[in-house]
């Protein structure tokens, strides 16, 4: 466009169209003023004279402002460039939504789009309205927004045609309010208020001819908030098409709920019902239409129920109601019969089995429901009287019935979805959702048509108050002078209706009239409102009126408009089922108003109801008390004005596309008629009639810097600088206005500044290719002479080369032939030396093998004879001693029955009883007589072994001397040998002529190999052909392999996910239920009132007692078992520790023992120990001779094992304590116990060092006599081969092998002996650890009572344990967990552990599992994991707190693994660490928990650092302009946000810097802290891939550049950390795409091609998305054409396949992470607790 004026040559305008509304035209010839025919070129190329008229037709837009965000930012504002608009943004971009001012425009795609996505809701939570694309997302967080900031109520108003999306539109935006509000106390608030939805569909919604699933209702839905969080909802409905209840259009259904009732007829409970499919039913056949294309009725009933229930609708009710809407179906099917030709009367047969079912469904009498089907009763003055009822009267009669039952189920159901929805505290502030039916024009248009038409009068009103305001505002708030311009005012059209005397005045009498009806309505409405000019009669005779709306002139027929208004019902029907007491729900819905319904009134006898006096009786009753229809739909319609006047309103105007409802096909015409009812072509005209261009001044200066001069650069204030080159530009100070922050435009000159700005930048350009075009020029001169140079010297330099090689070659010659004549002459020489060596080294062979296999022979032969020897010698042996043990058992058993004899003789007698009990000191001599007999009986076993020995020697000896002669024999055979010399040197001479013969033999044969050589020659070539194939289909199978262990590793991959996607789902379970637990702890708070003195005093005392009662527990069941343990002897070992720990204690006074256990010490209740044990002993004194018989067998055993004996025997039994138990006292008892005990610790001590000097000398003895017969076995087995090398007769051989078996009975004496060593070996341990364990016991019980106390819990001793553990106990588990983890506060020293709890909570692992205590150590654990988890829930946003505790959990869990019970985790262990392993308890259990745990602590490591990481993602990486000067290719809208970027991509950088650091910091492994940025960098491709698909303005070759810098970036910072192979670069690679996607050529099919390969990590839709929202550099790049973005979808879904519909990026995707075992190089001993723990009470033992 020049700058002359618009109207010039290669303009382009709109004009009208019959088909399309508008189309484009291009001027062929400029305008001059006066010209009456305007010279026009249409796209198809024809020439158009066209007429002007009035005024020129508008013109076109930039192709900038093509397809704008905002219709407000158009620079021309007409009718046509918003049409154009939306098509091109529907059609083109496949965008559904564009702003229009404060409206946003939903046109409906007629296919789901994947733009309403959780990822979606989370991108445009928190962000200005401007700063993404237009979306219902971004109109409602600027509600929640406003509503949150201010404190004041918002609404939505929703408004459309039928089919245009206003239900799904009003679905979203509720979505995205409880998705964003969250919830306050009550977690089901969210499912209440989503799941209303499906209930008042299934009762409000049908299926009309526009629309499966319109809603006949209006309903305002509040969204109550508190503290912005969603608290509770309200519904409120208006105007329900009740009449669709009993009548259908064709192709039109009744309400869903009906339908899906039939269709689930077959379900057990809904059998009752007498349901079938709903073509059998009059009310739902109707329409010829029973089923819907896109509902499936039986699943919906299913979600149905599902939301009743979670609404609180009993499964009871449910069923109730679903009988009573069956009920309904049943009435529709009662078949009413005349009785004669005239009609004046009617019946309904009593065997209808349509009457039966309702009657039995409601529970009524069949025959009452006849007589008032079919009769009415009038009532008079002085008598009541039945009049009969035509068949029509009675069928209008059961249908008035049908639709008043059905509008109570409605209205029940309501009330209880806001019962359910309602919130007991109430609400702060709210959000409405108004969802209402738009303007209504039909052929045919009745009551409901008017009333929906008058409520958008109503809101139209309301619109235009609101947009003038609005518009009226932003002038005076940059202070712009500006003549307010008057706006079309619909109040006469609202006067007519609701006015004094208007419509519904009128109506409303006229429904008060005895004999009122339609056609005397309209009459009187033609008298009075003929002289209104929005009120007109239609030239047909007929009952109707015209009214001329807002939207257009709308024709309604009177036909039903009385009747409907007075909404009449048959009062005694109604009165039955009052009556009925079949259900309560049913008594619930028909008791729940006030008053009655209205009767049916009376008619003439023409058939015409005729009202008639009510009988004073029932004055108060309906007929005065019930309001029309009009005039409730009146008040509602105020009340909701009130409602949303005093809200801050936001419009949604939905646009129907097409009637046909195909996806993505644009109607224009349908299109204008929707934006010129909606209001949006009034908002587009006030706009316009003003500055509709309005750009801030920062926007104007990036955008048209290239207009500006120097002079006017060189300036600082931005608003000057405007000033002064709009003054340049425009000329005309009435064409622009500069407010405080922006400069406003008038329509029109934007669209000249781009043309200005375009022919600036095509000069800049022509001079840039200018220069561009020279220097390419000269370049291209200097390279074609230095290559004639280049080739010049080529050529010399290859003349001269080909004369040298032909001078080589020649020379070449002359050696070849000298060269290849000496090799013939040597290869013949070599090829006969070859044949004879080859002769000679196969007749050697032969004879080789000849004389080898006759020594096979002979060897075989030997070692079958050896075998057969050896299993006979062995056969007998084993006879022979099977004989001996068979003998010697007879003889032990004869011994041990004379022994039972004589030992049952001496049980009898007192006195041996007596002898036995004579005390200590007896047994320890028996025990010492014992043990000399052992020692007597092993000296003479070494006596017997040194006699072997020396037998052993003598028999080499022998062996040496036969050795010796079998020398000499060998001698002897010298001679021998000679001769077989002479034998072999004649059979060599006969061997010669042989192999002569041989020789000749194999040259024929040679010419045969040679034949042969050339045959396998072709046939390796085969061969290599076919290995070549076999490792051709190897590589396949080698990559088929890999492809499946692949998808093994993604399954793994996915399991690893659903773990960890279950321990994410378990921590979310435990976070709601400590959510619960403190809740219920606030409510039982705020209940009782207790002061925080009270509280902390009741803590304390709490914590008293449960400390307390541990104790007691434990010291109550040690003296249980220590009783019980008195009557046998298997808890022996248990009882023997205790009391002689306590032997040595002072004794306490009768008294003390007397006292209730007040101030008892310690040595009191040892003392009580020991009475027990003395009277169980005296009881035992008396028992039966069976039970000495048990105890002599006890003695017998200890005879066995000496030292069992003091484990195992009585204590009573040892102590002397039941000799004389009425005679001594406890004290005397007690000392002599005491002197007992030390007795016999001084002889077992004595006799275990005797013990343990004695083994050793046997055992250094031993260990002599195996040297000894290691070194003569060696010296046997030398012997042996040298005479296996010497002698090769058999006779050697035979001896040989006997020395063989002699040698492997010595070795089987070895072992023996061997074994007998490591036995005794392992019993001197045995006796060295009790003499530890009774020293240990005897150091206790002369300790101070300090340590008693302290040792008393614990099952062992601590003396054996080693330095590495930490000795505590039960009761000080709270003070180590307080200490380690709750009040734990890392060390500020770098030479710090950051892992030291993790240490310290081994160590005491360690103790419990050295003591064999579990559940001590389970608890540990237990307690530990949930510290760690109320720190984790105390200190969630502190990264370096949760990397803390996730090194801990890693080292602890590692601690486990390592020094566990697992070898394959203790490879790396030294043998300082080996010693340090678990010995009794099996961790596996608490490595899962400690497992799940950590990957818990990951998971919350990567919320943490995405909650500080997503507000500076977007602004880092898209925001922000490193380069400068590259800004965007087009202006942001009115709605765009003017901050600049807050966060830069440093930034970004350093705070994933200090995240790493901080994980190098605490310790953890380096492939954590890989996976962790991994995640990081995940979320920060995916958030700005995402946000780049929902953001049109970056969607810019400038932006490109910004992004692939930006990543850039991010890709050397990774090559700097050292991160370049953690995976990190692979989730950038989308992003990468997506930027290069941004700057390629996108016009030709190459183009297309190219931009596919190079898209391969992008999903199809995401780069169809990014194609379509791609904006071009005005005048420096064209739009991608429609017809490339097909192509480029059409390649990829070839390339690959559909795949799933999703657009954007799972952010919250969780990468499943590897906690790697990583062994501690730490030695336990050498661990350094700090003091500042303050856990001295954990002592090393």
Same mark, same amino acid.
């Given at each position: 466009m020049a700058a002359g004026g618009p109207y010039v040559q290669g303009a382009w305008v709109w004009i009208p169209d019959c088909a399309e509304v508008w189309k484009v035209a291009e001027i062929t010839r400029g305008y001059k003023e006066g010209d009456a025919i305007l010279h026009l070129r249409l796209e198809d190329g024809s020439a158009l004279a066209y007429p002007i008229e009035s005024q020129l037709p508008p013109l076109c837009n930039p192709e900038c402002l093509s397809g704008a965000d905002d219709l407000v930012a158009l620079s021309y504002l007409h009718e046509p460039a918003v049409l154009h608009s939306l098509r091109c943004r529907f059609l083109e971009a496949k965008a559904i939504y564009t702003y229009c001012g404060i409206i946003l425009i939903a046109i409906n795609p007629y296919e789901p789009l994947p733009i309403y996505e959780e990822e979606v809701i989370h991108a445009y939570s928190g962000r200005e309205m401007g700063d993404m694309d237009p979306h219902i997302f971004a109109l409602a967080e600027e509600a929640y927004k406003q509503m949150v900031r201010f404190g004041k109520n918002q609404s939505l108003i929703i408004s459309g045609e039928s089919g245009a999306g206003k239900t799904a539109t009003a679905k979203y935006a509720m979505r995205y309010f409880t998705t964003v509000g969250g919830c306050l106390g009550n977690s089901s608030i969210e499912e209440k208020v989503l799941a209303s939805n499906p209930v008042m569909e299934a009762f409000g919604n049908a299926k009309t001819t526009r629309n499966d699933n319109s809603s006949r209702f209006g309903k305002y839905i509040e969204i109550g908030f508190s503290h912005s969080c969603v608290t509770g909802a309200t519904i409120k409905t208006y105007l329900l098409e009740k009449s669709r209840v009993t009548f259908q259009a064709k192709a039109e259904r009744n309400y869903h709920i009906f339908y899906q009732l039939c269709a689930s007829a077959a379900l057990p409970e809904l059998r009752g019902l007498g349901l079938c499919g709903a073509e059998f039913f009059h009310y739902t056949r109707q329409g010829q239409c029973t089923a819907a294309h896109s509902t499936e009725d039986e699943a919906d009933l299913d979600s149905t129920r599902h939301a009743c229930s979670l609404l609180g609708v009993p499964e009871a009710e449910?069923?109730?109601?679903?009988?009573?809407?069956?009920?309904?179906?049943?009435?529709?099917?009662?078949?009413?019969?005349?009785?004669?030709?005239?009609?004046?009367?009617?019946?309904?047969?009593?065997?209808?089995?349509?009457?039966?079912?309702?009657?039995?469904?409601?529970?009524?009498?069949?025959?009452?429901?006849?007589?008032?089907?079919?009769?009415?009763?009038?009532?008079?003055?002085?008598?009541?009287?039945?009049?009969?009822?035509?068949?029509?009267?009675?069928?209008?009669?059961?249908?008035?019935?049908?639709?008043?039952?059905?509008?109570?189920?409605?209205?029940?159901?309501?009330?209880?979805?806001?019962?359910?929805?309602?919130?007991?505290? %109430?609400?702060?502030?709210?959000?409405?959702?108004?969802?209402?039916?738009?303007?209504?024009?039909?052929?045919?248009?009745?009551?409901?048509?008017?009333?929906?038409?008058?409520?958008?009068?109503?809101?139209?009103?309301?619109?235009?108050?609101?947009?003038?305001?609005?518009?009226?505002?932003?002038?005076?708030?940059?202070?712009?002078?500006?003549?307010?311009?008057?706006?079309?005012?619909?109040?006469?059209?609202?006067?007519?209706?609701? %006015?004094?005397?208007?419509?519904?005045?009128?109506?409303?009498?006229?429904?008060?009239?005895?004999?009122?009806?339609?056609?005397?309505?309209?009459?009187?409405?033609?008298?009075?409102?003929?002289?209104?000019?929005?009120?007109?009669?239609?030239?047909?005779?007929?009952?109707?009126?015209?009214?001329?709306?807002?939207?257009?002139?709308?024709?309604?027929?009177?036909?039903?408009?009385?009747?409907?208004?007075?909404?009449?019902?048959?009062?005694?029907?109604?009165?039955?089922?009052?009556?009925?007491?079949?259900?309560?729900?049913?008594?619930?819905?028909?008791?729940?108003?006030?008053?009655?319904?209205?009767?049916?009134?009376?008619?003439?006898?023409?058939?015409?109801?005729?009202?008639?006096?009510?009988?004073?009786?029932?004055?108060?009753?309906?007929?005065?008390?019930?309001?029309?229809?009009?005039?409730?739909?009146?008040?509602?319609?105020?009340?909701?004005?009130?409602?949303?006047?005093?809200?801050?309103?936001?419009?949604?105007?939905?646009?129907?596309?097409?009637?046909?409802?195909?996806?993505?096909?644009?109607?224009?015409?349908?299109?204008?008629?929707?934006?010129?009812?909606?209001?949006?072509?009034?908002?587009?005209?006030?706009?316009?009639?003003?500055?509709?261009?309005?750009?801030?001044?920062?926007?104007?200066?990036?955008?048209?810097?290239?207009?500006l001069s120097r002079e006017e650069l060189m300036g600082t204030d931005e608003k000057q600088i405007c000033s002064l080159a709009l003054e340049r530009l425009l000329q005309d100070p009435s064409k622009y206005r500069c407010g405080k922050s922006k400069v406003f435009f008038q329509a029109g000159q934007v669209a000249h500044l781009e043309a200005l700005q375009c022919q600036q930048l095509r000069a800049a350009c022509t001079l840039l290719q200018r220069h561009l075009r020279g220097w390419l020029a000269r370049r291209h001169l200097g390279r074609a002479r230095a290559a004639a140079i280049c080739l010049q010297r080529h050529a010399r330099g290859m003349l001269a080369r080909s004369f040298v090689r032909m001078l080589r070659r020649t020379r070449a010659a002359v050696v070849l032939q000298k060269a290849l004549r000496m090799a013939l002459a040597r290869r013949s020489y070599l090829r006969l030396l070859q044949a004879v060596i080859t002769i000679q080294a196969f007749t050697r062979g032969m004879f080789a093998r000849r004389l080898h296999q006759q020594m096979v022979w002979q060897q075989k032969a030997v070692v079958i004879q050896a075998a057969v020897r050896g299993w006979l010698a062995r056969s007998h042996y084993a006879r022979l001693r099977r004989a001996i043990i068979l003998l010697q058992s007879c003889y032990r058993r004869l011994r041990a029955h004379r022994e039972l004899q004589r030992l049952r003789v001496q049980a009898r007698s007192v006195e041996h009883y007596k002898q036995l009990h004579k005390g200590l000191e007896i047994k320890v001599i028996q025990l010492q007589c014992r043990l000399d007999e052992q020692a007597q009986e092993k000296q003479r076993l070494l006596e017997q072994l040194s006699g072997l020995n020396a037998a052993h020697a003598e028999e080499v000896q022998h062996l040496r001397d036969e050795m010796q002669q079998l020398r000499e024999d060998v001698a002897r055979e010298a001679q021998v040998q000679k001769l077989q010399e002479q034998l072999a040197e004649l059979e060599r001479q006969h061997a010669k002529s042989y192999l002569a013969q041989e020789v000749e033999e194999l040259r024929q044969r040679l010419a045969e190999v040679e034949g042969m050589k050339l045959q396998l020659g072709k046939e390796r070539d085969a061969l290599i052909q076919r290995t070549l194939e076999q490792s051709q289909d190897l590589e396949e199978q080698h990559q088929r392999s890999a492809r499946e262990s692949q998808g093994l590793r993604q399954e793994l991959e996915e399991e690893r996910v659903r773990y960890q996607s279950l321990v994410q789902e378990y921590a979310r379970l435990e976070q709601g239920y400590e959510n619960l637990q403190d809740e219920l702890a606030l409510h039982r708070q705020s209940t009782l009132r207790r002061s925080p003195s009270t509280e902390s005093f009741m803590g304390s005392e709490s914590s008293y007692l449960s400390s307390m009662s541990t104790a007691p527990s434990r010291d109550g069941s040690d003296k249980q078992a220590e009783a019980s343990g008195d009557t046998g002897g298997a808890g022996m070992t248990r009882e023997l520790s205790l009391p002689l720990s306590v032997g040595t204690a002072p004794q306490p006074s009768s008294e003390v023992l007397l006292n209730g256990g007040v101030g008892q010490d310690p040595f009191g209740k040892a003392y009580l120990l020991l009475l027990g044990q003395l009277s169980a002993a005296n009881e035992e004194l008396a028992r039966t001779r069976e039970e000495l018989r048990r105890s002599k067998e006890t003695v017998e055993r200890e005879e066995r094992k000496p030292l069992d004996f003091l484990k195992r025997r009585n204590i009573v039994e040892m102590l002397g304590l039941g000799r004389s138990p009425g005679?001594?006292?406890?004290?005397?008892?007690?000392?002599?116990?005491?002197?007992?005990?030390?007795?016999?610790?001084?002889?077992?001590?004595?006799?275990?060092?005797?013990?343990?000097?004695?083994?050793?000398?046997?055992?250094?003895?031993?260990?002599?006599?195996?040297?000894?017969?290691?070194?003569?076995?060696?010296?046997?087995?030398?012997?042996?081969?040298?005479?296996?090398?010497?002698?090769?007769?058999?006779?050697?051989?035979?001896?040989?092998?006997?020395?063989?078996?002699?040698?492997?009975?010595?070795?089987?004496?070895?072992? =023996?002996?061997?074994?007998?060593?490591?036995?005794?070996? =392992?019993?001197?341990r045995a006796y060295a650890k009790q003499i530890q364990e009774l020293t240990a016991v005897k150091r206790d019980a002369v300790g101070p009572v300090q340590e008693l106390a302290a040792a008393s819990p614990m099952v062992q001793s601590l003396a054996g344990l080693s330095q590495a553990m930490l000795a505590w106990r039960m009761e000080d588990e709270g003070r180590i967990i307080k200490a380690i983890i709750t009040d734990y506060k890392p060390q500020g020293s770098p030479w710090s552990l950051p892992d030291l709890p993790a240490y310290i909570l081994f160590l005491c692992f360690r103790h419990a599992d050295h003591c064999c205590d579990g559940r001590r150590a389970r608890s540990l654990l237990d307690a530990a994991m949930d510290a760690i988890k109320r720190v984790m829930k105390k200190h969630s946003d502190n990264f370096d707190v949760v990397a803390l505790w996730l090194a801990n959990t890693c080292r602890l869990l590692n601690c486990l693994r390592q020094y566990g019970q697992d070898e394959s985790y203790g490879q790396g262990n030294t043998a300082r660490q080996n010693q340090h392993r678990l010995q009794n308890l099996d961790p596996q259990s608490s490595c899962c928990s400690l497992g799940a745990l950590a990957v818990q602590l990951y998971q919350q490591l990567i919320c943490t650092a995405e909650k500080r990481l997503k507000p500076m993602i977007v602004a880092a990486m898209l925001e922000s302009e490193p380069i400068q000067g590259l800004s965007s290719s087009c202006p942001p809208g009115p709605h765009r946000s003017l901050a600049a970027s807050a966060h830069t991509l440093p930034e970004l950088l350093q705070v994933l810097g200090s995240f790493r650091a901080s994980l190098d910091h605490h310790g953890l492994a380096p492939s954590v802290g890989h996976q962790a940025l991994r995640q990081l960098l995940f979320l920060v491709s995916g958030t700005t891939l995402n946000y780049l698909l929902l953001r049109k303005d970056t969607c810019s070759w400038s932006c490109g550049i910004q992004l692939r810098y930006n990543i850039s970036q991010l890709e050397q910072w990774l090559r700097a950390e050292g991160l370049q192979q953690s995976g990190a670069c692979e989730v950038l690679e989308p992003l990468v795409q997506a930027a290069q996607l941004l700057q390629v050529k996108k016009v030709t099919e190459e183009d297309a091609g190219a931009l596919c390969s190079l898209c391969t990590v992008l999903s199809p839709q995401q780069v169809v998305k990014i194609l379509r929202a791609y904006t071009p550099a005005a005048g420096l790049e064209e739009r991608i054409s429609p017809s490339f973005i097909s192509r480029v979808e059409k390649q990829l879904q070839e390339q690959y396949g559909e795949g799933p519909s999703q657009l954007l990026v799972d952010t919250s995707h969780l990468f499943p992470v590897h906690l790697p075992f990583t062994a501690s190089p730490l030695h336990l001993d050498e661990l350094c607790i700090p003091d500042a723990l303050d856990l001295g009470f954990l002592v090393h033992p």
């Open positions: 449910q069923l109730e109601l679903f009988s009573i809407l069956a009920a309904i179906l049943h009435l529709g099917n009662v078949v009413v019969r005349g009785r004669d030709r005239r009609g004046d009367s009617c019946f309904v047969e009593a065997a209808d089995e349509a009457l039966g079912l309702f009657c039995t469904l409601l529970g009524v009498e069949a025959l009452q429901v006849t007589r008032w089907l079919c009769h009415r009763k009038l009532v008079t003055a002085g008598e009541t009287f039945l009049k009969p009822l035509s068949r029509q009267q009675a069928l209008e009669s059961r249908d008035a019935l049908a639709k008043y039952m059905y509008g109570q189920v409605f209205r029940w159901m309501v009330s209880k979805v806001n019962r359910a929805l309602r919130s007991l505290e %109430g609400h702060c502030t709210s959000i409405g959702i108004l969802d209402i039916y738009g303007f209504e024009m039909f052929e045919l248009n009745s009551f409901e048509q008017f009333c929906i038409n008058y409520a958008n009068e109503k809101l139209q009103q309301l619109f235009n108050l609101h947009v003038f305001k609005w518009e009226q505002e932003e002038y005076v708030t940059e202070e712009i002078p500006w003549v307010f311009v008057d706006f079309c005012d619909n109040q006469p059209c609202i006067e007519l209706i609701e %006015g004094r005397l208007g419509i519904l005045d009128l109506l409303n009498e006229e429904c008060k009239m005895p004999q009122g009806n339609d056609g005397s309505w309209a009459q009187k409405l033609y008298q009075t409102h003929l002289t209104s000019s929005h009120f007109q009669k239609p030239k047909r005779p007929m009952d109707a009126f015209i009214v001329c709306h807002f939207a257009g002139k709308v024709e309604y027929q009177c036909d039903g408009f009385v009747e409907k208004n007075r909404d009449a019902v048959p009062e005694e029907l109604v009165g039955l089922l009052r009556a009925s007491k079949k259900s309560a729900l049913l008594m619930e819905l028909f008791l729940e108003e006030g008053s009655g319904p209205t009767s049916l009134q009376s008619r003439r006898s023409s058939g015409h109801w005729v009202p008639a006096r009510p009988s004073r009786r029932s004055l108060p009753g309906s007929q005065k008390s019930k309001k029309s229809i009009s005039s409730q739909f009146k008040t509602s319609l105020h009340r909701l004005m009130e409602t949303l006047g005093s809200t801050t309103p936001h419009y949604i105007r939905c646009i129907k596309p097409n009637d046909a409802k195909l996806p993505f096909m644009f109607d224009s015409r349908r299109a204008v008629e929707q934006l010129r009812a909606c209001g949006v072509l009034e908002t587009i005209r006030i706009s316009a009639s003003g500055y509709p261009s309005r750009w801030t001044y920062q926007e104007f200066l990036e955008r048209y810097r290239a207009l005679k001594v006292s406890a004290e005397e008892d007690l000392k002599h116990a005491y002197d007992a005990v030390q007795v016999a610790n001084r002889l077992l001590a004595s006799q275990l060092r005797e013990e343990k000097q004695q083994h050793e000398e046997e055992v250094e003895g031993l260990q002599l006599d195996i040297r000894s017969l290691k070194q003569l076995n060696q010296q046997q087995a030398a012997l042996i081969q040298d005479l296996q090398r010497q002698q090769g007769q058999e006779g050697l051989q035979h001896h040989v092998l006997q020395l063989k078996e002699e040698n492997w009975e010595l070795a089987q004496k070895l072992e =023996k002996q061997e074994r007998t060593t490591l036995k005794l070996q =392992k019993q001197l």
